[in-house]
């Protein structure tokens, strides 16, 4: 809107001045006024180029700090996954985590098959399949973040904020609750410093292609998902990325 009326506004004063000129200006003193106009209109085609440029500055930036902040949630979310994998709950924050990380362990089992007889009534027999999980080591936990900066990935990039990490108990069906979590930051903190306008309209964002709301997060304290609230993009690039060091 603002460069419309800028635009608007410019051809306004240029056709106002152009009359004014034909209308008063000596042709002796025309020479000198089209000179000043030059640069009058170089000037404006400067102001209308940044108000081009800079909305498509700005998304260029703010994705390069999203993707850095998204890349810390998703440490964030695996840490907390394995933790419930040992605990069967979540981590309340970042020294429960790191505590874990460091002195903890995880199961390594084995899934086998075996073969069970049930009785079916009246001396009947049946054999089935029964599903048996056996539990054969145990792997220190540390072993899953070894390229992992577990202690540094609670701090929010770019920031001096840390995520804030909260956790909860969701019914996931009738009579049954599970363990939820959430770690996540404003997104004004990921955004100081950049066009106060533009930052309005991000925190008030909707669209699929956005990361919707005032938030970057991930997990949820409303349902059971272990989800972050980012678009697939930034999990494409993520894999494009990876792609691209393995050639």
Same mark, same amino acid.
């Given at each position: =809107?603002? $460069?419309?009326?800028?635009?608007?506004?410019?051809?306004?004063?240029?056709?106002?001045?152009?009359?004014?000129?034909?209308?008063?200006?000596?042709?002796?003193?025309?020479?000198?006024?089209?000179?000043?106009?030059?640069?009058?209109?170089?000037?404006?085609?400067?102001?209308?180029?940044?108000?081009? =440029?800079?909305?498509?500055? +700005?998304?260029?930036?703010?994705?390069?700090?999203?993707?850095?902040?998204?890349?810390?949630?998703?440490?964030?979310?695996?840490? /907390?996954?394995?933790?419930?994998?040992?605990?069967?709950?979540?981590?309340?924050?970042?020294?429960?985590?790191?505590?874990?990380?460091?002195?903890?362990? $995880?199961?390594?089992? /084995?899934?086998?098959?075996? #073969?069970? %007889?049930?009785?079916?009534?009246?001396?009947?027999?049946?054999?089935?399949?029964?599903?048996?999980?056996?539990?054969?080591?145990? %792997?220190?936990?540390?072993?899953?973040?070894?390229?992992?900066?577990?202690?540094?990935?609670?701090?929010?990039?770019?920031?001096?904020?840390?995520?804030?990490?909260?956790?909860?108990?969701? &019914?996931?069906?009738?009579?049954?609750?599970?363990?939820? +979590? #959430?770690?996540?930051?404003?997104?004004?903190?990921?955004?100081? @410093? =950049?066009?106060?306008?533009?930052?309005? /309209?991000? $925190?008030?964002?909707?669209?699929?292609?956005?990361?919707?709301? %005032?938030?970057?997060?991930?997990?949820?304290?409303? &349902?059971?998902?272990? @989800?972050?609230?980012?678009?697939?993009?930034?999990?494409?690039?993520?894999?494009?990325?990876?792609?691209? %060091?393995?050639?």
């Amino acid at each position: =809107m603002n $460069l419309l009326v800028m635009i608007l506004a410019a051809v306004a004063v240029a056709f106002l001045l152009a009359f004014l000129i034909v209308k008063f200006v000596p042709l002796k003193a025309r020479p000198v006024i089209s000179i000043l106009l030059l640069l009058a209109a170089g000037y404006l085609g400067y102001l209308i180029y940044g108000a081009i =440029m800079e909305p498509i500055n +700005f998304n260029k930036e703010k994705k390069v700090r999203y993707a850095k902040v998204i890349n810390n949630l998703k440490q964030i979310r695996d840490a /907390q996954i394995k933790y419930n994998e040992a605990k069967g709950t979540y981590a309340k924050d970042k020294n429960e985590l790191i505590t874990f990380i460091e002195g903890d362990s $995880l199961a390594i089992t /084995q899934v086998n098959n075996v #073969e069970k %007889e049930v009785e079916l009534g009246g001396g009947i027999t049946k054999k089935i399949s029964v599903r048996v999980v056996d539990t054969v080591d145990f %792997e220190p936990a540390k072993n899953y973040f070894k390229d992992v900066d577990y202690k540094g990935m609670f701090n929010v990039p770019g920031t001096d904020k840390e995520f804030t990490i909260a956790t909860g108990m969701v &019914e996931k069906v009738a009579g049954l609750n599970v363990p939820v +979590f #959430e770690a996540k930051v404003d997104k004004a903190s990921i955004l100081k @410093g =950049m066009n106060p306008n533009l930052v309005k /309209q991000e $925190l008030e964002a909707v669209e699929n292609d956005q990361i919707k709301g %005032e938030f970057v997060s991930v997990g949820s304290l409303d &349902e059971v998902s272990t @989800g972050g609230n980012w678009p697939p993009s930034y999990d494409k690039a993520e894999a494009l990325a990876k792609k691209d %060091e393995k050639k």
